[in-house]
């Protein structure tokens, strides 16, 4: 790639660094094929025709779909290639399925137009959603709506023909599409929407494409073929960039793969530091179609299931005991050690099950997480004896999530414990569940030494507790900047709960995608932090990491990042021990 020097129409621009890595290509504009569907009346003898067609788009969808995954296994392995079974699966959904068929038949329309209101009352379900992770389950959904509404207009959804090394822009680029592509041209990904817990995120890692996201001014800005680059580490984008920047950035794609090599071999080691410290790997676990991944990813363990997303979307009501001990137990059977962390469900006010939906003024700090649960000690009750009749198959910890007060984690021991007698549970059953906090609010970090007493474990969600430390919402682009896991004060609230732990000498474990970058990885070990839960393709990059540091330094490192004043100068801190 080339610029003229004697012109300066360099342009920066920052977003969410989704998948790591530095891309040089041309410019090249991702423009929708499908256009919206057509609302038709259809005669009764048309009803039936209708529902064949789209059990016939649903077939063809399916076997494309399946055919994508093994291109995509092909391509990646079988470590990633489970991320399409979500989508292959949907297409079997019965909600999904029923919801179409009654929609034909109730209001006579064309298939195009059921498959648009029955996706779009799924997503309806998901809009009140706190959750990060799960709210961007949207994104699924809309993939399978999408990609029936293009068979059935004839119009199935293709990415286009790269002939040259190139940067993909686009409004939004679909999990499934992004499988299927070649990605030999394709050097980089810019988006105007995404996170970077979203499929498209992780299949982007999977496959090693840099990408940025939520930079709607770059989409804005980037002409047809224009020399672009894309550095998915930093989440920077840089139009017409100058000869200068070009070699800088030549540099650190040079580092940058030499650091994915060393990831991909060491997947199947032990995850010890250099200087031989042990660390446990776990896998966050949302849906049950992740878990045939777990241990291809290398997971000891699943270090979090969340229990919400076994509530179909629609539901009005939570499912019986015999549902949720069902499904509990597929968790634990499928955990390598036959361990598994449940979070109890985190529900707030304004989200499902919506006969228990209340309105309050502001949900974010009403009657959510572990409040709501206890709120509906009916609930409560059900979740704790499916619990504990699936903790026959294994050992549980009971996850509270949101805690911020003792009086709650001691009203949920006692739930326990009333349940446990009322199943006759034995000392043997009794000694496999343990009860344990979030510690995800800042008033839970300051009492961190009282819940590690009377916990049993404790968890770190290092997704909401630099939300919420930083008062910055996460999924606001205008202060993504001060989403920062290395401020000092985020640093002060993990040293304060690591002490705490050590002082108990109860297990802690982080959990969230903080510990998936390496500088962030470095600091953790340093506090002190040895258990890690993440989603489970991130898991081989950060056993990659943990196998080239040293406790030792990071010691050393924590010891003066303590002390300075800003993340910016914590993270220069960190890089002169990282480098190489």
Sequence with gaps: MSSNPLTDTERHFTGLAASPGVGF???????????????IHVLPHRVTLEIERVKRAMQRARRHLESVQHHFREQVGHGSAYLLDPYILMLDDAVLTQAIEDNIRQHRINAEWAVKRAVESLLASFDNIQDAYLAQRR?????????????????????PQLDTPSILFADDILPTMLAEVNPTNLNGLVTDTGGVMTHTAIIARSLGIPAVFGVQEALNQATEGSACIVDGSHGEVILHPRRATQTV???????????RRDGLSVARLPAVTRDGIACHLLANVEIQSELPGV?????????LFRSEFIVSSDASSLPDEDTQCAAYQAVITASPDHTATIRTF??????LPGETRIVEPNPALGLHGVRWWLAHENVAKTQLRAIVRAAASGRVRILLPRVTCITELRAARELLTAVCRELGA????RRRLELGAMIEMPAAVFIADRLARESDFLSIGSNDLVQYVLASDR????VSYLQQPLHPAVLASLNLVV???????????????????????FALLGLGIRRFSLSPAALPQLKSTLRRLSVRDAEQFMAQALTLDTAHAIEACAQTYLKP
């Design 25 to 39: 290509g041309q410019v090249a504009r991702l423009v929708p094929q499908t256009r919206p569907p057509l609302f």
């Design 249 to 259: 950035y030549l540099g650190r794609r040079a580092a940058e793969q030499r650091l």
């Design 499 to 521: 002490r705490a732990a050590q002082e108990t000498k109860k297990p802690l474990t982080m959990c969230g995608e903080m510990a998936a970058q390496p500088v962030c990885a």
């Design 346 to 351: 985190d529900f707030s006010s304004d989200t």
């Design 295 to 303: 241990e291809r990813c290398g997971a000891q363990s699943i270090g």
């Design 475 to 478: 999924g606001n682009e205008r």
């Design 426 to 429: 034995d000392d043997r059953l």
């Design 139 to 159: 994104d699924d959904i809309r993939d399978v709506g999408q990609r029936l509404i293009g068979i059935l207009s004839g119009q199935p959804m293709r990415m």
